[in-house]
């Protein structure tokens, strides 16, 4: 075939880096992962939880946690999805997200949202009364004790959590069940559908 | 210039009027009501236990089911017609195997957005989740390649699941639905008739692109000094072939198609840089790989368009046309995003554009690598048959509005490569999920959608022999297909990488024992040729053409030709390889 061979041919500069972003040459930007909270309004029926937890592992978005419940319209349940994505993948997150046919809507939710976790935890009973104290220093409280074991439930933001678990550590911690966050945006704005 | 390649559909309210069809009384009655509803005259598919009260229904209405050979030429050919017609084409098959057999073709579909509707019979409701007999988790082995997969659970609502799914399949960005049918529902009693086609209320369709987006983005690339229009297969989908030509001869701004985009833009066209990617042209390679500004219509920027995307267009500012946000950024950063229809963008970008951009230099460019590097090949006298001449002039005989099928492999770069395209609709191949096997069958979807145009097939050896056995429904259905197997005996493209990359260790590539196609042809009742010389390249052609009914053509040609031009996986489109040796240098 004829033409000069690849090592002859003229070359453009390039401003695109390893994502096909086009960037400053001098300053090419490179995208942090950052942890985002997706908020999705979905129909509540069969399968959809495995629909989207689908989409998540298939995508190979790297998920957090992910919780899900019903709201105060029976057809309609509410995912709480924390993900650790760069910028462009959290994009790409919500788009795809929102292309599913059950979903009704999506959004991301302001860093001051209001969210929760509820650990329960359960301890060696030999000191029921320490094991209490503890659990009011974290707000929480006893929800069930044994001769031989306590379970206290906790519920605050994640690191709250992670503080109460670790506290706890000291009455040999035999079990430990966490929700992942649920979470809602501050103030009067709600989750409708084209907002 | 015929827009859609079919055969003009009937006029569907007509069919919705019409009240003298009996009452329904099964939930399997309801679902032929709502495909009679949707206008389908074709089903393909595969009988079995599960699935049986469906054809039962099937049996008292007018469309016409074509039985497959295996349930995988079904979904090839459910594919394939809706290709060609524009809406979705449906495939039936039974439980377990039935349903796992249609998955191919369903994947297929997805990576195509090509418009398809399967529905699979299953186990009855209280047997789901037993492992019954042919029992198979449809809904969940079907749920990420499809736009939505439904489980119908009820006699009354199962044709509105259909209708659903089907008016589901051909809106927005098209797509394969299914709907699972469990043989208790499809029994059951319902008087219900299924409501209209509709799609759920959760999904939204964009139509036209914001105002304020379309005027900067016009601008943009009416400044710009190298612009071209990289056109998709969206642009076959919207039906937007003519207002790609109008803007594009309107404001002289150079058109380069993705593969599946093949068609959009006619090749003859002196602004027609043909296709770009792995095995495109150079000139189109070149053309993206230099351009300032890039308008991409219709395309989600796949890895063999792209190769590395850090060198894709490095220099281009891109405006995105596309109908599913989710595509805009995700391979390839869009700075003037535009979301909608694509008929309705390039007819927004018309009228907005304010000027054509000064651009005579570039194009001179563009034709100065047209005659740089020609798609051409080298055909000494003594040698083999070479399969480009094949295509070339099986290209030239027939008429603008001739489907060319393809499997997947060698032949496939060589059909698009030589054959020249001018009409959309026209080039049916399968081409993210790259589908071996896919030919055979999706040439019967064609010519059924398309009963008055010349369908022919370009296979491979390997290909064909994947769904050979689709043969027997095109001679028992009387279709008039050409095919043209391009036999190297080899897995060639395999072949071509293991030389290539693999130092050439053909491990698992070669097929020296492949039978004799012609004679295969012959066994299943269609009539063969041999083609192996030159010479008798025009009159095998012309041979076949001639048989009212399916024809193969076995064509031996020369084992040691390879695809050129070639951007390794992953490599610049700039730095293209036109013969082996080029390879090392990349």
């Given at each position: 075939?004829?033409?000069?061979?690849?090592?002859?041919?003229?070359?453009?500069?390039?401003?695109?880096?390893?994502?096909?972003?086009?960037?400053d040459?001098?300053?090419?930007?490179?995208?942090?992962?950052?942890?985002a909270?997706?908020?999705?309004?979905?129909?509540?029926?069969?399968?959809?939880?495995?629909?989207?937890?689908?989409?998540?592992?298939?995508?190979?978005?790297?998920?957090?946690?992910?919780?899900?419940?019903?709201?105060?319209?029976?057809?309609?349940?509410?995912?709480?999805?924390?993900?650790?994505?760069?910028?462009?993948?959290?994009?790409q997150?919500?788009?795809?997200?929102?292309?599913?046919?059950?979903?009704?809507?999506?959004?991301?939710?302001?860093?001051?949202?209001?969210?929760?976790?509820?650990a329960?935890?359960?301890?060696?009973?030999?000191?029921?009364?320490?094991?209490?104290?503890?659990a009011?220093?974290?707000?929480?409280q006893?929800?069930?004790?044994?001769?031989?074991?306590?379970?206290?439930?906790?519920?605050?933001?994640?690191?709250?959590?992670?503080?109460?678990?670790?506290?706890?550590?000291?009455?040999?911690?035999?079990?430990?069940?966490?929700?992942?966050?649920?979470?809602?945006?501050?103030?009067?704005?709600?989750?409708?559908?084209h907002d | 210039?015929?827009?859609?390649?079919?055969?003009?559909?009937?006029?569907?309210?007509?069919?919705?009027?019409d009240?003298?069809?009996?009452?329904?009384?099964?939930?399997?009655?309801?679902?032929?009501?709502?495909?009679?509803?949707?206008?389908?005259?074709?089903?393909?598919?595969?009988?079995?236990?599960?699935?049986?009260?469906?054809?039962d229904?099937?049996?008292d209405?007018?469309?016409?089911?074509v039985?497959?050979?295996?349930?995988?030429?079904?979904?090839?050919?459910?594919?394939?017609?809706?290709?060609?017609?524009?809406?979705?084409?449906?495939?039936?098959?039974?439980?377990?195997?039935?349903?796992?057999?249609?998955?191919?073709?369903?994947?297929?579909?997805?990576?195509?957005?090509?418009?398809?509707?399967?529905?699979?019979?299953?186990?009855?409701?209280?047997?789901?989740g037993?492992?019954?007999?042919?029992?198979?988790?449809?809904?969940?082995?079907?749920?990420?390649?499809?736009?939505?997969?439904?489980?119908?659970?009820?006699?009354?609502?199962?044709?509105?699941?259909?209708?659903?799914?089907?008016?589901?399949?051909?809106?927005?960005?098209?797509?394969?639905?299914?709907?699972?049918?469990?043989k208790?529902?499809?029994?059951?009693?319902?008087?219900?008739?299924?409501?209209?086609?509709?799609?759920?209320?959760?999904?939204?369709v964009?139509?036209?692109a914001?105002?304020t987006?379309v005027?900067?983005?016009?601008?943009?690339?009416?400044?710009?000094?190298?612009?071209?229009?990289?056109?998709?297969?969206?642009?076959?989908?919207?039906?937007?072939?003519?207002?790609?030509?109008e803007?594009?001869?309107?404001?002289?701004?150079?058109?380069?198609?993705?593969?599946?985009?093949?068609?959009?833009?006619?090749?003859?066209?002196?602004?027609?840089l043909?296709?770009?990617?792995?095995?495109?042209?150079?000139?189109?390679?070149?053309?993206?790989?230099?351009?300032?500004?890039?308008?991409?219509?219709?395309?989600?920027?796949?890895?063999?368009?792209?190769?590395?995307?850090?060198?894709?267009?490095?220099?281009?500012?891109?405006?995105?046309?596309?109908?599913?946000?989710?595509?805009?950024?995700?391979?390839i950063?869009a700075?003037?995003?535009?979301i909608?229809?694509?008929?309705?963008?390039?007819?927004?970008?018309y009228?907005?554009?304010?000027?054509?951009?000064?651009?005579?230099?570039?194009?001179?460019?563009?034709?100065?690598?047209?005659?740089?590097?020609?798609?051409?090949?080298?055909?000494?006298?003594?040698?083999?048959?070479?399969?480009?001449?094949?295509?070339e002039?099986?290209?030239?005989?027939?008429?603008?509005d001739?489907?060319?099928?393809?499997?997947?492999?060698?032949?496939?770069?060589?059909?698009?490569?030589?054959?020249?395209?001018?009409?959309?609709?026209?080039?049916?191949?399968?081409?993210?999920?790259?589908?071996?096997?896919?030919?055979?069958?999706?040439?019967?979807?064609?010519?059924?959608?398309?009963?008055?145009?010349?369908?022919?097939?370009?296979?491979?050896?390997?290909?064909?022999?994947?769904?050979?056995?689709?043969?027997?429904?095109?001679?028992?259905?009387?279709?008039?297909?050409?095919?043209?197997?391009?036999n190297?005996?080899?897995?060639?493209?395999?072949?071509?990488?293991?030389?290539?990359?693999?130092?050439?260790?053909?491990?698992?590539?070669?097929?020296?024992?492949?039978?004799q196609?012609?004679?295969?042809?012959?066994?299943?009742?269609?009539?063969?040729?041999?083609?192996?010389?030159?010479?008798?390249?025009?009159?095998?052609?012309?041979?076949?053409?001639?048989?009212?009914?399916?024809?193969?053509?076995?064509?031996?040609?020369?084992?040691?030709?390879?695809?050129?031009?070639?951007?390794?996986?992953?490599?610049?489109?700039?730095?293209?390889?036109?013969?082996?040796?080029?390879?090392?240098?990349?």
């Amino acid at each position: 075939m004829p033409g000069p061979a690849p090592d002859e041919r003229m070359r453009p500069e390039g401003r695109r880096n390893s994502q096909g972003i086009r960037v400053d040459p001098e300053a090419e930007v490179t995208h942090e992962p950052r942890q985002a909270v997706l908020s999705a309004l979905v129909k509540h029926r069969p399968g959809v939880l495995a629909e989207i937890s689908g989409l998540f592992s298939r995508r190979q978005f790297n998920i957090e946690s992910l919780t899900v419940g019903p709201t105060v319209d029976e057809d309609t349940a509410r995912m709480t999805i924390l993900i650790e994505e760069p910028e462009p993948g959290i994009d790409q997150a919500k788009k795809q997200l929102q292309k599913l046919v059950p979903v009704i809507s999506v959004t991301e939710l302001e860093p001051e949202a209001v969210r929760r976790e509820l650990a329960l935890i359960k301890v060696g009973g030999e000191k029921p009364d320490d094991v209490n104290a503890v659990a009011e220093m974290y707000g929480g409280q006893a929800v069930d004790a044994a001769t031989d074991s306590v379970t206290v439930e906790v519920t605050g933001s994640k690191p709250k959590i992670d503080a109460a678990v670790e506290a706890f550590k000291q009455f040999d911690v035999q079990e430990v069940v966490r929700t992942g966050a649920a979470a809602l945006e501050r103030g009067a704005d709600t989750l409708e559908k084209h907002d | 210039m015929s827009e859609r390649a079919s055969v003009p559909k009937e006029d569907q309210t007509e069919t919705e009027q019409d009240d003298d069809r009996e009452p329904i009384t099964t939930g399997a009655q309801s679902v032929i009501r709502a495909l009679e509803n949707a206008g389908t005259d074709y089903v393909f598919g595969v009988q079995g236990g599960a699935i049986m009260p469906v054809y039962d229904a099937l049996y008292d209405s007018d469309i016409t089911h074509v039985t497959m050979a295996h349930e995988q030429g079904a979904s090839h050919a459910a594919d394939a017609y809706g290709v060609v017609t524009g809406d979705p084409g449906v495939c039936f098959a039974t439980s377990g195997p039935g349903a796992t057999n249609l998955v191919t073709g369903i994947a297929d579909a997805s990576m195509d957005s090509d418009p398809m509707i399967a529905l699979t019979g299953q186990v009855p409701t209280d047997f789901v989740g037993n492992d019954a007999f042919q029992e198979t988790d449809t809904v969940g082995i079907t749920q990420p390649i499809t736009k939505e997969s439904y489980f119908a659970g009820d006699s009354d609502t199962v044709g509105d699941n259909v209708s659903e799914a089907f008016a589901l399949a051909a809106s927005g960005r098209q797509g394969p639905t299914l709907v699972d049918l469990p043989k208790d529902v499809t029994q059951g009693e319902t008087d219900r008739e299924p409501m209209a086609p509709t799609t759920p209320d959760t999904y939204d369709v964009p139509e036209e692109a914001d105002d304020t987006d379309v005027q900067e983005a016009v601008e943009a690339l009416a400044d710009a000094e190298r612009p071209v229009i990289l056109a998709g297969g969206g642009v076959i989908k919207a039906d937007a072939s003519p207002a790609l030509r109008e803007f594009a001869t309107e404001y002289e701004i150079p058109v380069i198609t993705t593969m599946p985009g093949i068609g959009s833009f006619p090749e003859d066209h002196e602004l027609s840089l043909e296709w770009a990617g792995m095995h495109g042209t150079g000139y189109a390679n070149l053309a993206i790989t230099n351009t300032d500004c890039m308008l991409a219509i219709g395309t989600r920027f796949d890895d063999r368009l792209t190769g590395g995307v850090d060198s894709f267009a490095p220099d281009a500012e891109i405006i995105h046309v596309d109908i599913d946000p989710a595509e805009i950024s995700k391979n390839i950063y869009a700075d003037y995003p535009l979301i909608g229809d694509a008929k309705m963008v390039l007819r927004q970008l018309y009228d907005a554009m304010p000027r054509a951009p000064d651009a005579d230099e570039w194009r001179e460019r563009c034709q100065d690598w047209k005659s740089e590097y020609p798609m051409t090949y080298e055909m000494p006298d003594d040698e083999p048959l070479k399969p480009q001449y094949i295509v070339e002039t099986f290209s030239e005989v027939t008429d603008d509005d001739t489907i060319v099928c393809t499997g997947v492999g060698q032949h496939q770069m060589w059909a698009s490569q030589f054959w020249e395209f001018t009409e959309p609709r026209t080039w049916v191949s399968s081409h993210g999920l790259g589908t071996m096997g896919y030919g055979a069958p999706a040439a019967i979807g064609a010519k059924l959608a398309a009963p008055d145009q010349e369908v022919v097939c370009f296979d491979g050896d390997g290909s064909f022999l994947m769904t050979v056995q689709e043969l027997i429904v095109a001679v028992r259905e009387q279709l008039d297909i050409t095919y043209v197997v391009l036999n190297n005996e080899a897995v060639g493209m395999v072949r071509q990488w293991q030389d290539g990359f693999y130092e050439g260790r053909r491990m698992a590539s070669e097929y020296p024992w492949i039978p004799q196609f012609d004679k295969l042809a012959e066994a299943f009742g269609a009539r063969g040729f041999r083609l192996e010389d030159e010479a008798d390249v025009e009159d095998t052609i012309q041979a076949a053409r001639e048989y009212d009914g399916p024809a193969v053509i076995d064509a031996i040609i020369d084992p040691a030709e390879n695809v050129f031009p070639m951007v390794p996986s992953g490599g610049d489109n700039g730095l293209f390889a036109l013969e082996e040796s080029h390879l090392e240098m990349l």
